[in-house]
């Protein structure tokens, strides 16, 4: 049997989850309203808030790396966002993250990191898009940036870009204002991180540093 809903009660349910889902598969992640479907992870102090129709954030003098993260995992999917970082903050986009527990590392001061593959977000010139293993060790899982002369200036500094990520199986694919910066197949991480959380970064700063800041909008997915 069928359920029906009454469109009072839809709306209620849509407003509730943070997303709306469009008939072509895609879903707002972000209602430009509310943080409903997103909970900051564990460490970090940096602050989120929605401010003029984005997610804002915002550095924190001293605090160390913060992540605000879906409240859903997703596995294979298309992901789609606009974002407009300071010319000074490092920030990016985690994909098929988590927290570490007891079994992700032995270290107890690393319990609660959020880990996995990010899409680096930053101002031009620099290495926005290519993929950092985030408190996975090793650094780069690109190998452009490996290289300390590399970098690009896909990114329109002080405006709004658009960033575009896949993620299918091992490939992980990513665009900057329709340009193509990363083709990666990365076998080691997908077996670690077959599936996990969409997370936004407020770099760590320094005692002297900032505030800095960092919003994002029209965050959408689709998965595959």
Not at 26 to 32: I, R
Not at 42 to 59: L, M, P
Not at 77 to 82: C, K, M, R
Not at 84 to 108: F, M, P, W, Y
Request: glycine content about 12%; aromatic content about 10%.
């Amino acid at each position: 049997m069928l359920k029906s809903f009454s469109v009072p009660t839809l709306l209620l349910t849509l407003f509730l989850t943070g997303s709306v889902q469009a008939e072509d598969g895609w879903v707002s992640l972000f209602d430009g309203k509310t943080l409903n479907g997103w909970t900051r992870a564990a460490r970090g102090v940096a602050e989120y808030e929605v401010k003029d129709g984005t997610i804002h954030g915002v550095t924190v003098v001293g605090s160390e790396n913060t992540f605000l993260a879906t409240d859903k995992e997703y596995g294979d999917f298309e992901l789609e966002f606009e974002v407009k970082v300071h010319d000074k903050l490092n920030s990016g986009c985690q994909i098929r993250s988590r927290e570490k527990t007891a079994t992700d590392s032995d270290k107890e001061k690393d319990l609660g990191r959020f880990f996995g593959p990010q899409v680096e977000i930053e101002a031009s010139p620099g290495q926005a898009g290519y993929v950092y293993g985030e408190a996975y060790g090793g650094g780069w899982r690109s190998s452009a940036p490996r290289d300390a002369a590399h970098s690009h200036t896909h990114v329109k500094n002080g405006e709004w870009n658009t960033f575009r990520i896949i993620a299918h199986g091992p490939r992980i694919e990513t665009f900057i204002n329709g340009t193509m910066v990363e083709d990666l197949t990365d076998k080691e991480i997908f077996k670690t991180h077959p599936k996990g959380k969409i997370g936004l970064q407020v770099h760590g700063i320094g005692k002297q540093d900032g505030p800095f800041d960092v919003a994002w909008k029209n965050i959408r997915i689709k998965e595959l």
